[in-house]
Every structure is written in structure tokens, then in C-alpha cells.
């Protein structure tokens, strides 16, 4: 479990990844600390797309980058191969209770392609937020952190259509993985669009009450 302590340390620039691997949470402290770095190599690209920056282009382009942030605390604590950050996949995946098989290494890049192509044509916000999540983790582009960076792709998009970033609690997490499978498995995206929606209206509200 990641801790409060443990979420504001891993902010600080006097942070390590030797450090973190040194205590009983240090697991929990280099993923949250690769959080904290996707979620500043972001913060660009949600601005570049609401004034006029296709999201297609942007997000090809840079979802990569956040990748790398996203796992650089764990390869230099060596608990994750660096070779993993140069790019997508090259062996299959399987997923654990999961009737969904991932793409080949060839379908795959081309799965990508394709959502960068959609996320070009797409005009509605919320709309491309839900598409662009359930169609990054369709391919399963990475070894580890697909999910993860699937919701920061769907967050870059809500946000840069006026959304505030949502989160999908822990409590959600079963409900989340259901509705990923019924979209991966039966091309069914109702499950996924009312789970944002519900998740959308929580930290929609939440935010009012800490504005108000």
C-alpha cells in the first residue's frame, strides 16, 4: 500500500530509487514515484491539443515519453528491465482470467497505427477518451503498464477536452477490469463508458466541494 508519507515523498528531488528499494514499501514507493513523473512529462500535451494540436499527432508522438517516466524509477532500481522502455513489445502476452487474447507482435503495431488514426478523425472529447483507452490496452502495447498508461491516455484527452483528470478508485478496480473485457472480448463499450461517467461525476463533484 502506497502511503501518505510515501506519495509526498516520492515528489522531492532528493528522492532515489536505492532509497525506495531499501524499505518493506519500496515497490509501492517506485510505482508511485514513476506516477509522479508520467504525470509531469503530461502536462504539455493536454494544453497542446485545446488550442488546436491534434490529438492523433500528439499522443503518438509522446505517449513513449510518459512510458519511460512511468518505469524509469524501477529500471534504475534494476526491478525492471531497461530494454522493456525502447518501444512496444516484441514477445505475446496473455492475460490472467482474461477470455481477450492480445494481438501478435505485427497486429499489434498496426492496432496502434489505427488508434492514432481514430484519435485523428474522432472530434468529441469524451468520446475520444473512451476510445483511446479501450483501444491502447486492446493491443496490450507493453510487458507491464499498459493499464496504467491507458488511463493517462484517456486522462491527456478528457482533460484537454475541459474534463477535470479522473481517477478509478481501487474500490472500482474489478468493476474496471470487467468492463475491459466485456469491450476487448464482446466489442462491447457500454460497461467502460458508464464506469468514466460514474468515476467523471464523483471527482467532478468532489472538486466542487473543494472549490466551494
Known amino acids: 500500500m502506497v502511503t501518505a508519507r510515501g506519495t509526498s515523498s516520492v515528489t522531492l528531488d532528493s528522492w532515489s530509487a536505492q532509497t525506495a528499494t531499501g524499505n518493506s514499501a519500496g515497490t509501492d514507493a517506485l510505482t508511485a514515484r514513476g506516477y509522479f513523473l508520467a504525470f509531469q512529462a503530461v502536462q504539455e500535451s493536454p494544453r497542446e491539443i485545446s488550442v488546436g494540436g491534434n490529438p492523433g499527432d500528439v499522443l503518438e508522438r509522446d505517449h513513449q515519453r510518459w512510458y519511460r517516466a512511468l518505469f ?70 507493453y510487458v507491464d503498464g499498459t493499464g496504467r498508461l491507458g488511463r493517462i491516455v484517456m486522462n491527456t484527452l478528457l ?11 481501487l474500490t472500482r478496480r474489478a468493476a474496471y477490469m470487467q468492463a475491459l473485457e466485456q469491450a476487448s472480448s464482446y466489442s462491447n463499450i457500454g460497461p467502460f463508458t458508464e464506469l468514466l461517467a460514474t468515476c467523471l461525476a464523483e471527482d467532478s463533484g468532489r472538486q466542487h466541494q473543494e472549490d466551494g
Open 72 to 141: 524509469d524509477p524501477a529500471a534504475r532500481a534494476g526491478l525492471y528491465e531497461a530494454h522493456h522502455l525502447a518501444g512496444y513489445r516484441v514477445i505475446p502476452i496473455y492475460i490472467t482470467n482474461a477470455r481477450h487474447v492480445s494481438p501478435s507482435v505485427t497486429a499489434l503495431r498496426d492496432g496502434m497505427s489505427a488508434l492514432w488514426d481514430l484519435l485523428r478523425q474522432e472530434r468529441h472529447p469524451a468520446v475520444r477518451a473512451v476510445l483511446g483507452h479501450v483501444f491502447f490496452v486492446y493491443p496490450h502495447p
Open 159 to 169: 482533460v484537454s477536452g475541459g474534463y477535470p483528470w479522473t481517477v478509478i478508485p
